[in-house]
């Protein structure tokens, strides 16, 4: 370690915020996934039974898009 | 218990769907409005609700308490059907298996039917063709002309044993009782088996078999012991449950009864179903008991189907608060046709 440049600590301190911001967005992404799926099934079964309940059912559906939201301003923080 | 798992299946999707179809069903305010209307009225109010298709399908040829009668049948059947159709994988299996008891009403209607040599027509009005036994072949037992033809073309399904056992001698007492409680030991020990075989969910299902079995031995104990018949009651009992065959049986001897029921607490750990049955302490008619006791168990599966929201027990709760809409319905009907007092028909429901 001792005989790296300044270029290449850069470089690696710059690989790293990168793969903290794709990990931020992609464990954030599959996280938001997981619970709508859940939401998903149940909002198309409720929807199927009474259509008058499409608009709130995709409310609900869209809630956990927040998780990812979250994930994608850490990412952006730590990129810029 | 290791779970067999028959892949990634959407109960979320089923279960929210028949939660739906739940809150759908007739509310008690609904029933004490239709107290006090005649069948025709009847007839058009609940044409409103998800009774509408079969009522306009069928009332061309019936009218009165016929149509009635048969919309709700038609609508029970297919509203059953359609639950086998969009259940996923192990729920279906759980579902197809419950169900099957309307195989046994079908089958017993059939050969009561015949061995009373009724007409095919007539006895075609009262089969309700939820289960396994499907209207084409429910159509193809109703042309065989003895109970023994019946019989025998229901070789290879699961009750075939029990019928072909019982048959002769239903036909000799003229009286089918014992082959009808031989069938539901064997549906509920089926059900049992099937439930411990492994599958994802069984040990929901379980639950509620134990839950079904105990509730339906506890009513046969209030039965038999109203009716005061010296028999021996150790046929009509259902293993499987809290209760076992000759306890049964000694239950229903018991001649106090506080005794009774002190002896079945003592047995009982299902504190809301403790708090019920002391309420049956004081002696009420046989009819208000079980009417009290159904209700315990719809209570029990709703409060079953909040604890477990994505597994068997959401459908089966509506299954069960279908059937006892339907059951609802025919008794307000019928109770109108025999001009009953609005309070009698009332003591009938089970709202």
Not at chain 2, 128 to 156: C, F, N, Q, T, Y
Not at chain 2, 182 to 202: C, P
Request: glycine share 6%; hydrophobic share 45%.
């Amino acid at each position: 370690m001792a005989d790296m440049t300044l270029e290449m600590v850069q470089a690696s301190q710059a690989g790293m915020k990168a793969l903290g911001a794709a990990i931020a967005v992609g464990a954030t992404g599959i996280a938001t996934g997981i619970a709508e799926m859940s939401i998903g099934s149940a909002a198309v079964g409720a929807t199927a039974e009474n259509k008058d309940i499409f608009g709130l059912a995709l409310l609900f559906v869209v809630i956990p898009e927040t998780i990812v939201i979250f994930g994608l301003v850490v990412a952006l923080l730590l990129l810029f | 218990m290791a779970e067999k798992r028959t892949g990634l299946v959407p109960y979320e999707y089923v279960c929210t769907r028949l939660r739906v179809r739940k809150s759908k069903l007739l509310a008690r305010e609904d029933y004490l409005r239709m107290l006090n209307m005649s069948i025709p009225e009847i007839t058009r109010f609940i044409e409103e609700t998800q009774y509408k298709k079969e009522i306009d399908e069928l009332g061309t040829s019936f009218s009165g308490i016929d149509l009635l009668e048969i919309a709700l049948s038609w609508n029970l059947a297919k509203e059953y059907q359609n639950i086998q159709k969009i259940a996923p994988g192990d729920l279906k299996r759980f579902t197809q298996s419950y169900l099957r008891r309307w195989d046994i009403q079908n089958v017993l209607t059939i050969l009561r039917g015949k061995a009373q040599k009724i007409k095919s027509g007539k006895i075609k009005e009262i089969l309700i063709p939820a289960g396994e036994l499907d209207r084409v072949i429910l159509d193809r037992l109703l042309k065989e002309e003895s109970p023994e033809r019946v019989v025998e073309a229901l070789k290879g399904y699961s009750m075939y044993p029990v019928l072909s056992k019982w048959l002769e001698s239903a036909i000799a007492e003229g009286s089918f009782a014992h082959m009808e409680n031989a069938l539901y030991r064997q549906f509920y020990s089926d059900l049992i088996e099937e439930a411990m075989s492994g599958f994802k969910g069984g040990r929901n299902y379980l639950d509620y078999i134990r839950l079904e079995i105990d509730m339906i031995n506890i009513r046969n104990m209030f039965r038999l012991r109203a009716d005061r018949i010296q028999q021996d009651a150790r046929e009509m009992a259902i293993p499987g449950g809290t209760f076992g065959v000759d306890e049964f049986q000694r239950l229903v001897n018991r001649e106090d009864h506080n005794e009774f029921i002190d002896a079945v607490k003592s047995r009982i750990k299902l504190r809301p179903l403790l708090d019920m049955l002391e309420t049956l302490r004081q002696e009420k008619s046989l009819r208000e008991t079980e009417i009290e006791l159904i209700k315990f168990q719809i209570q029990e599966m709703e409060s079953m189907s909040k604890r477990n929201p994505f597994s068997i027990h959401p459908i089966l709760t509506y299954l069960e608060k279908k059937k006892y809409e339907i059951i609802n319905l025919r008794a307000l009907a019928r109770g109108k046709e025999s001009n009953l007092p609005t309070e009698r028909i009332r003591g009938f429901l089970v709202i």
